[in-house]
């Protein structure tokens, strides 16, 4: 997919940012109380492995190309061609209100690591972590790709 553009969350660098810090602060941490008190040591990998957590999320990733849309989040992944896409709506959830792009027809969520059978199957990618508005880049793929799914 040499056409494809990838379109990471707002707060990417703010994440991996926290995460890295969090990862090289508890691994010191974790070996100066090694040596002392070893029995808080498990709370430190516990720490090391939501750093982890952190950069996963920070990876979350919208990629666009000519054969559809595909969504990559912390250990899964989505596939659908452009014909499954069924509209851009408002989509709330408790407080947050975004846009989300909808499909005809479910598409299947598989992890990463083991493609070869589905885990679950999403109606929809909620927008709210990327930016969305006129100037963004995901709205001008997505309007170059769909321009019949908006009105303006």
């Known amino acids: 997919m040499n056409d494809a553009l990838v379109h990471y969350q707002t707060n990417r660098k703010l994440l991996l940012i926290i995460g890295g810090i969090t ?7 974790c070996l100066i109380f090694l040596m002392f008190l070893p ?11 939501i750093g982890f957590f952190i950069i996963g999320v920070a990876n979350i990733k919208i990629v666009t190309s000519l054969e559809g849309i595909e969504l990559y989040q912390f250990g899964f992944y989505t596939k659908s061609h452009w014909h499954n896409v069924a509209r851009i709506a408002p989509y709330q959830s408790g407080k947050v209100s975004a846009q989300a792009i909808y499909f005809h027809q479910p598409t299947k969520q598989f992890f990463i690591f083991f ?10 990618i909620p927008l709210y972590q990327f930016k969305f508005d006129d100037n963004s880049e995901l709205k001008r793929a997505l309007r ?5 799914l908006f009105n303006d």
């Not at 029995?39 to 492995?49: D, K, N, Y």
């Open 144 to 148: 170059f790709y769909r321009p019949d």
């Open 23 to 29: 990862i090289v602060v508890d691994l010191l941490l």
């Open 115 to 124: 493609p070869f059978k589905p885990s679950s199957s999403i109606i929809m």
């Open 39 to 49: 029995t808080l040591v498990p709370f430190f990998l516990i720490c090391i492995i």
